[in-house]
């Protein structure tokens, strides 16, 4: 109903569609996610964001967050390349071996700058999240990438979510 009289906004309508979904959970007095096709897993792994600042300051904080128990880290990027290589590089050699990694540019690079990140950081083991804006460019990176790589900002419909999964 809603795209029928506002077309566009997803993320608007998205905080609606999941206050309906709730109501009509509540309605049928059940919880959410019985109503969502029911529960995978009793836990779920999280991550916590290794924010943007100094090599050292990445590094350290890195460490710390590993030490408060949690073995996934999203490093952000998508700054300069360079700074960022080190960023990174420093990241991965403060943490232990098997800490689960994602470098997130969100959509912060061009299909060359990311290139240069990804050609310079090989020797990490690490998935790459959202380097370019579009699917298309990220795609391009995708093409010479050996890691695996996730989008966010560019999926905003299933129509991109298909795209993507049809061009691997
Ligand atoms: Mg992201």
Same mark, same amino acid.
């Given at each position: 109903?809603?795209?029928?009289?506002?077309?566009?906004?997803?993320?608007?309508?998205?905080?609606?569609?999941?206050?309906?979904?709730?109501?009509?959970?509540?309605?049928?007095?059940?919880?959410?996610?019985?109503?969502?096709?029911? !529960?995978?897993?009793?836990? +779920?792994?999280?991550?916590?964001?290794? =924010?943007?600042?100094?090599? *050292? %300051?990445? $590094?350290?904080?890195?460490?710390?967050?590993?030490?408060?128990?949690?073995?996934?880290?999203?490093?952000?990027?998508?700054?300069?390349?360079?700074?960022?290589?080190? !960023?990174?590089?420093?990241? +991965?050699?403060?943490?232990?071996?098997? =800490?689960?990694?994602?470098? *997130? %540019?969100? $959509?912060?690079?061009?299909?060359?700058?990311?290139?240069?990140?990804?050609?310079?950081?090989?020797?990490?083991?690490?998935?790459?999240?959202?380097?370019?804006?579009?699917?298309?460019?990220?795609?391009?990176?995708?093409?010479?990438?050996?890691?695996?790589?996730?989008? *966010?900002?560019?999926?905003?419909?299933?129509?991109?979510?298909?795209?993507?999964?049809?061009?691997?």
């Amino acid at each position: 109903l809603m795209d029928t009289v506002f077309k566009g906004h997803p993320y608007i309508k998205s905080a609606l569609d999941m206050a309906c979904s709730d109501l009509a959970a509540r309605a049928a007095g059940i919880p959410l996610v019985t109503l969502l096709g029911g !529960r995978e897993s009793e836990s +779920a792994e999280l991550y916590k964001v290794v =924010t943007h600042g100094t090599v *050292d %300051a990445m $590094a350290a904080l890195a460490k710390r967050i590993v030490e408060d128990g949690f073995h996934r880290l999203q490093v952000k990027v998508g700054g300069n390349v360079h700074d960022d290589i080190e !960023r990174v590089t420093a990241v +991965a050699a403060s943490v232990p071996k098997g =800490t689960v990694i994602f470098c *997130d %540019a969100n $959509a912060g690079w061009t299909p060359y700058q990311a290139r240069q990140f990804a050609d310079a950081t090989r020797a990490i083991d690490y998935t790459f999240e959202q380097p370019c804006t579009t699917i298309d460019e990220c795609m391009s990176v995708r093409r010479s990438l050996d890691k695996p790589m996730v989008l *966010d900002e560019s999926v905003t419909s299933l129509d991109d979510m298909l795209d993507i999964h049809r061009k691997g």
